[in-house]
């Protein structure tokens, strides 16, 4: 810890005999990892964090970062005994940089503070997530995306600059900023963090946003406009009346919707949708539709979506709706707000799938056989409307490598006790695993498949026990991108640092 009388900014600090040290590392979102860091930091700057990752290399102890806590596997707290935890929670500034003509943006800033800050000054936002507790921090670097990501693309598209801690060879901790220009000497150190997921190569503490190729300098301009009404619909269907054979049309009628209409700047994308499916003992199966309200004839293509999606099914659903219209600043951030008892418990498991193209009839029909048994489980799984937007980029003008892909898959199990964590475990890798039977238990990118979201990690990928495709995660995840984001880590992290066990390898040191 950094002594009074030194004249560097230093940041609050809890240790282990500190009565409040059991509540402040246990308030991530997954119960199952706890930290045991030997110190919390809670810098609330940059210089703050400059010094408390400088101080700890000096003492050779490891460092990991959290913004949020919001991370599913653990990574940002995992083998800390006697580490440093840095905490940016603190970091929540959200405003306008006219000098960079670009939104600045910390770290621990919320995503529905986010959305509310910007919304109330200047009537824009940016296609981040649902999860309004979730901070900036990780969702943004590991390519975090939301309903208004097939208008308006992903939003790593919108990040110009990127303000990183990170530490030389010699084990000096500096705060360097990389922007977008490709004649910028940090160009690398930019592109790394348009997803290449979080805990890697240093410490974020700023974001800049802006919209790609924007010349203006009025921030009413340069971030998308924020819609004013939202409109949400529903389709559902009880477990009691559902069959394999409709099951499997339902989704196969959803997904192929998705196939035909994801072309960027076409009408069909400015709306997203969700499938949903629990176990039958626990909920319905659902579909639903999000759309902005005041875009012409929302809620005629709303309705074309639901007959698409209905079309040849012989179980008629239990509800349709088409009439959800609310305030958009309500509806994202308020109504849909998430916690543990939503969810199921605080303890999870999540594995996730890019999607190009739609399941097969047997990978639909292997998955409805895990939802339609006797005893209860406590998995389900959410398919998301993507594309659009975020596939009129490159696949390597930024880390995020997948941009030919239509949904994205995630697979959840959640619950209370841990006595049962390896019951709830179990079911969900047995769900993953015969759903990608035919490619090694893993989606491995093909013409079907597009490999996997690394803010949804998932220490799986690296097991063999449960990849057998021969296919590396790293491959899963960052697919052709990987061997740069391992040259830019040799030269900004050379010391391996920054570093968990779904991180960026140094080269030659396997993945």
Not at 210 to 228: F, I, K, M, N, Q
Not at 276 to 303: F, M, Q, Y
Not at 443 to 471: E, K
Request: with cysteine; charged share 25%; hydrophobic share 35%.
């Amino acid at each position: 810890m950094t002594r009074s009388s030194d004249p560097r900014p230093a940041p609050a600090v809890i240790t282990e005999d500190d009565p409040r040290y059991e509540s402040a590392v246990r308030c991530g979102f997954n119960q199952r990892f706890v930290s045991r860091a030997g110190s919390i930091c809670f810098p609330t700057g940059t210089a703050e964090v400059v010094t408390a990752v400088g101080d700890a290399v000096a003492a050779g102890r490891r460092v990991t970062v959290r913004s949020g806590g919001h991370g599913y596997e653990g990574t940002g707290s995992e083998d800390g005994d006697g580490g440093v935890l840095l905490d940016l929670s603190m970091m929540t500034d959200i405003d306008f940089d006219p000098a960079r003509r670009a939104f600045s943006m910390r770290p621990g800033a919320k995503i529905g503070d986010i959305y509310r800050e910007l919304y109330k000054r200047w009537g824009v936002t940016v296609p981040a997530g649902e999860g309004i507790e979730v901070c900036l921090g990780g969702h943004l670097v590991g390519g975090g995306f939301g309903p208004l990501s097939r208008r308006y693309g992903a939003i790593v598209d919108y990040l110009c600059a990127v303000e990183v801690v990170v530490v030389d060879a010699e084990g000096r901790a500096e705060a360097i900023v990389a922007t977008d220009d490709p004649a910028d000497p940090h160009h690398d150190l930019w592109w790394v963090h348009t997803g290449g997921g979080g805990g890697n190569f240093g410490v974020v503490t700023n974001y800049w946003l802006r919209r790609p190729g924007s010349t203006s300098h009025d921030p009413r301009e340069l971030l998308p406009p924020a819609p004013v009404r939202w409109r949400n619909g529903h389709l559902m269907w009880s477990w009691d009346t559902m069959t394999e054979r409709d099951f499997v049309r339902i989704m196969r009628n959803y997904s192929a919707w998705f196939e035909r209409n994801s072309a960027p700047g076409s009408r069909e994308a400015d709306l997203t949708a969700f499938f949903s499916a629990t176990h039958r003992s626990s909920g319905v199966i659902a579909v639903g539709s999000l759309i902005d309200d005041d875009i012409p004839g929302a809620r005629e293509l709303t309705n074309e979506f639901f007959d698409a999606v209905t079309d040849g099914v012989n179980v008629a659903p239990s509800v349709r709706a088409d009439d959800g219209v609310q305030s958009w600043l309500y509806f994202f951030t308020h109504s849909n707000r998430g916690d543990h008892n939503g969810l199921g418990g605080s303890r999870f498991k999540l594995k996730s799938a890019y999607l190009r193209r739609s399941y097969t009839d047997e990978q639909i029909a292997a998955a409805y056989r895990h939802l339609d048994t006797e005893n209860p489980k406590s998995i389900y799984f959410m398919f998301i409307g993507y594309g659009g937007q975020v596939n009129a980029v490159s696949p390597d003008a930024t880390a995020v490598a997948q941009r030919s892909s239509v949904l994205k898959g995630a697979f959840l199990s959640a619950w209370w006790d841990p006595d049962e964590d390896d019951y709830h475990i179990g079911n969900l890798r047995a769900l993953y695993r015969d759903v990608y039977a035919r490619t090694g238990g893993v989606p491995v990118p093909d013409d079907r498949n597009d490999g996997a979201y690394i803010n949804y990690p998932d220490r799986d990928l690296a097991d063999p026990q449960w990849n057998t495709s021969g296919v590396p995660w790293s491959t899963l995840y960052y697919k052709d991108n990987y061997p740069r984001l391992q040259r830019v880590k040799a030269r900004y992290d050379p010391r391996d640092e920054f570093r968990h066990s779904l991180s960026i390898t140094l080269p030659g040191d396997g993945s």
